[in-house]
């Protein structure tokens, strides 16, 4: 069956970073486009960034510059590095795929606290 598994989220002061890695099963890996949402308390779930099949790569305004995304297919992991967090990004970070239907991981929360 199809899983995504995300990992590495946790409690960072603000400037801080972490790497977010998203694990993926059940899917021929480097077919697929992977993107990460992300939803805080109160707001909808919101895009954060992508990556195509090819490596392309596109980002929200709002992480332009701060966040990367990247693959790695011989692991079937997906990564968000992310640098110079503010609180704003506390949020708990999903990644998804297209697999016949929608795809989601059970999402790791991510808090940028002082």
């Known amino acids: 069956q199809v899983q995504l598994v995300e990992s590495g989220g946790g409690l960072v002061q603000p400037g801080g970073s972490l790497t977010l890695s998203c694990a993926a099963s059940?899917?021929?890996?480097?077919?697929?486009?992977i993107n990460w949402y992300r939803q805080a308390p109160g707001k909808q779930r919101e895009l954060v960034a992508s990556?195509?099949?090819?490596?392309?790569?596109n980002y929200s305004d709002s992480v332009k510059g701060r966040f990367t995304i990247s693959r790695d297919n011989a692991k079937n992991t997906v990564y968000l590095q992310m640098n110079s967090l503010k609180p704003e990004d506390t949020a708990v970070y999903y990644c998804?795929?297209?697999?016949?239907?929608?795809?989601w991981g059970q999402g790791t929360q991510v808090t940028v606290s002082s």
């Open positions: 998804y795929t297209l697999h016949y239907i929608s795809r």
């Open positions: 059940g899917i021929i890996f480097s077919s697929k486009g």
């Open positions: 990556i195509s099949s090819s490596g392309n790569t």
